[in-house]
């Protein structure tokens, strides 16, 4: 398996917190992927980075903000939590842009929110 | 906007049993496609992919998919399924250009009998 981890793994919080989300990988791979995953909808891409300090925005953004000030590191903060930001967040990562080359996915955080 | 659409949303097989599922897409350019599974608690794993050469692609434990251009198909099949092949299963897709990320399927989750 890749070298990806995410912390937490769980997480119940109540409407209106900040919370944080952390993606860290040691496979030294350029590009990082938040996704979000509900069901009857697979994964959907919220941000992504392609690079230290390169960032940009996915299909479900809104209400996410991400930052990535090293290459192992990929945060997804979520400003002000709302419920319907209950989700499973995964983390994926990928080499240098090629054909055929693969992301990899992290474990999983389940997140709550009240 | 690339699009994944997979028609089966639960299967229910006994062992043995052959399996086929449907994943078609829409894209105008060049793709890459893929297969991942998810085990239940686990993160997603990668099972094929496509990306050029033979359109029959052969993959972990038995799974094989056939990518079908006029038809924009990429479909899994299995000859004979295990108990622990119980899982849901993704389909995804990215171009060839332009961002790297994946666009899943809303997956099908397949449930086998012994």
């Known amino acids: 398996d890749a070298g990806i981890t995410q912390s937490p793994r769980h997480k119940v919080t109540e409407t209106g917190t900040p919370v944080t989300l952390r993606c860290h990988q040691t496979?030294?791979?350029?590009?990082m992927y938040w996704y979000r995953q509900d069901p009857g909808h697979g994964l959907r891409l919220i941000h992504y980075s392609y690079g230290v300090k390169d960032t940009d925005k996915g299909e479900v953004s809104d209400g996410y903000s991400v930052s990535r000030s090293k290459t192992e590191d990929f945060l997804l903060t979520l400003e002000s939590a709302t419920s319907s930001q209950t989700s499973v967040y995964f983390c994926?990562?990928?080499?240098?842009?090629?054909?055929?080359?693969?992301?990899?996915f992290g474990p999983g955080t389940r997140l709550t929110v009240l | 906007a690339q699009s994944v659409s997979q028609h089966n949303h639960h299967v229910i097989l006994s062992e043995a049993a052959s399996l086929e599922l449907g994943c078609n897409y829409s894209?105008?350019?060049?793709?890459?496609l893929f297969w991942y599974v998810q085990y239940p608690g686990q993160h997603l794993q990668l099972l094929l992919k496509?990306?050029?050469?033979?359109?029959l692609v052969k993959g972990i434990k038995g799974f094989e998919a056939e990518f079908i251009k006029s038809k924009f198909s990429f479909n899994l099949r299995k000859p004979s399924v295990q108990w622990s092949d119980t899982a849901e299963y993704f389909c995804a897709v990215n171009g060839n250009t332009g961002r790297r990320a994946l666009t899943f399927g809303s997956g099908t989750r397949l449930q086998v009998q012994p």
């Open positions: 994926a990562i990928s080499g240098e842009f090629q054909r055929g080359d693969t992301q990899y």
């Open positions: 894209y105008g350019g060049t793709v890459n």
């Open positions: 496979e030294n791979h350029r590009y």
């Open positions: 496509y990306f050029s050469g033979d359109p």
